[in-house]
């Protein structure tokens, strides 16, 4: 990797960048006399009223501007990497990465595996510490970067190391008290992987995280996925019903514990524990806000307040629709339970729900963020498919409408016959999808398993 230039991307209409002449290609070389590392940098030198900025033009030229702004004023600038400097790639190799579980021949950016702060407080990416030093913390504190999103894993520090395959991987707690001391906000991560830090080992990794709270607001505790490329991989095993009902038993007995001090839950199970272990979810005050939304941490239990709020304010009607859903095989009952609750209330409205099964990565792998293009297509082609197919925005890539195999929408559709809808998570939209109505909002995207804005990884 090579460091990124600070190209910038666009100027906005009517920005002083516009009014300096600054242009797509042109480089930001220092601002003040100072070389800028990254956003970081950028931004906490642009918060002054009086500023210098040097830039070098697309012929080479290089101005130098003096800018006179009210304090905390934007400059109006995009650059060509958000990041605006190298993405930390990761040290470890942990005995549960997916990345490692990846098949060959995909796009290169779901190759890459990222372990920058920067990233965990840009895009709520979780980092494992690992490769962070000390100056890497005192920007953390200086800029206030938070919250920051840490993968744990586990707190003893043998097993990490372990777990990690790095012998450095130990003194995360060290790294933690240096930023709770200092006020850094901060949510948490624990991988589960049967057999090795569940149990007394998860036990032990929650009383010992006690000693951050409340600066440490949440833990997220999510079962380790595992695809069919597995080959000379560490052997992890999936979990079974009933491993599921007892990690909830632990974790529901710690918040028991937690709440009336704290006033705080912290740790949470993600959705998956309860389809699992075929359990409700928890009442909405349990999750503490959705303080680990993007984590798989209360999504469906949201999707649900949300749906019966939005249909709770619908007198209902006849609706002569017939759609269909297509979702992971996990979500697939209980999407199938609110799209009923919607055709009790709507007359006419015939709605199919087609859990996909994993081919591409393999029957253990359930949620709907992984489902690909190709088992779309091979399964749905014979289906009754109805008006439309509703897919959740989670299946596809960020910024794009392409699935993990570089299959497109358009393709999808092309073979289907028929439209696809992408559908945002909120209950809301699910309901105007089910209704056919537009819901008026952007599709978001998950990136947990690639970082598709980089300045330095070729082809994305």
């Not at 395959?165 to 003194?171: Q, Y």
């Not at 019903?241 to 993600?270: M, N, T």
Request: proline fraction near 4%; include cysteine; glycine fraction near 8%.
């Amino acid at each position: 990797m090579t460091r990124s230039r600070h190209l910038i991307r666009a100027v906005e209409p009517g920005s002083i960048a516009e009014e300096m002449n600054m242009e797509p290609g042109d480089e930001v070389l220092e601002i003040n006399g100072r070389e800028i590392q990254d956003i970081f940098d950028y931004q906490f030198l642009v918060e002054e009223e009086q500023i210098t900025v040097l830039i070098r033009k697309k012929n080479g030229e290089e101005w130098e501007l003096e800018i006179e702004k009210d304090e905390d004023e934007d400059l109006g600038i995009t650059f060509e990497n958000s990041l605006m400097d190298e993405y930390q790639s990761c040290r470890n190799r942990c005995i549960f990465c997916f990345i490692d579980q990846m098949p060959p021949g995909m796009r290169k950016t779901l190759y890459f595996k990222d372990d920058d702060s920067r990233l965990s407080f840009l895009q709520g990416n979780y980092v494992t510490l690992t490769n962070m030093s000390a100056d890497d913390i005192r920007r953390i504190i200086r800029y206030r970067m938070e919250p920051i999103n840490i993968s744990f894993q586990t707190t003893n520090p043998e097993l990490r190391c372990k777990m990690l395959n790095n012998r450095h991987a130990g003194d995360v707690l060290e790294k933690v008290r240096l930023l709770s001391d200092a006020g850094i906000l901060m949510n948490g991560q624990i991988v589960l992987c049967k057999g090795i830090n569940d149990g007394p080992e998860l036990e032990r990794s929650i009383r010992d995280l006690l000693e951050f709270l409340p600066n440490l607001k949440s833990v997220s505790v999510v079962p380790v996925g595992l695809s069919r490329f597995r080959d000379g991989l560490y052997p992890l095993e999936p979990f079974a019903r009933e491993d599921a009902e007892a990690v909830l038993d632990q974790i529901e007995g710690w918040q028991k514990k937690l709440f009336p001090q704290w006033g705080l839950h912290f740790v949470h199970a993600s959705d998956e524990w309860y389809l699992l272990a075929g359990r409700p979810f928890p009442e909405e005050e349990r999750y503490d806000g959705y303080l680990q939304l993007e984590n798989g941490v209360g999504m469906l239990r949201l999707l649900q307040t949300e749906a019966e709020e939005e249909l709770s304010g619908r007198k209902g009607k006849i609706c002569r629709r017939s759609a269909s859903i297509a979702t992971g095989e996990l979500p697939a009952p209980y999407i199938r339970k609110l799209a009923e609750k919607t055709a009790e209330k709507y007359e006419g409205l015939d709605i199919r729900v087609y859990p996909i099964h994993n081919d591409f990565f393999g029957e253990r792998i359930t949620v709907s963020g992984l489902v690909t293009g190709q088992d779309l297509i091979a399964q749905l082609k014979e289906k009754k498919l109805g008006e439309e197919l509703l897919i959740p925005a989670n299946m596809l890539r960020a910024g794009e409408e392409i699935f993990l195999d570089d299959i497109s929408v358009s393709q999808v559709e092309k073979e289907l016959g028929i439209p696809v809808r992408v559908v945002d998570p909120s209950g809301q939209a699910f309901v105007k999808a089910l209704l056919g109505e537009e819901s008026g909002q952007n599709h978001k995207r998950r990136q947990s398993y690639e970082q598709a804005d980089c300045g330095y990884c070729g082809e994305t």
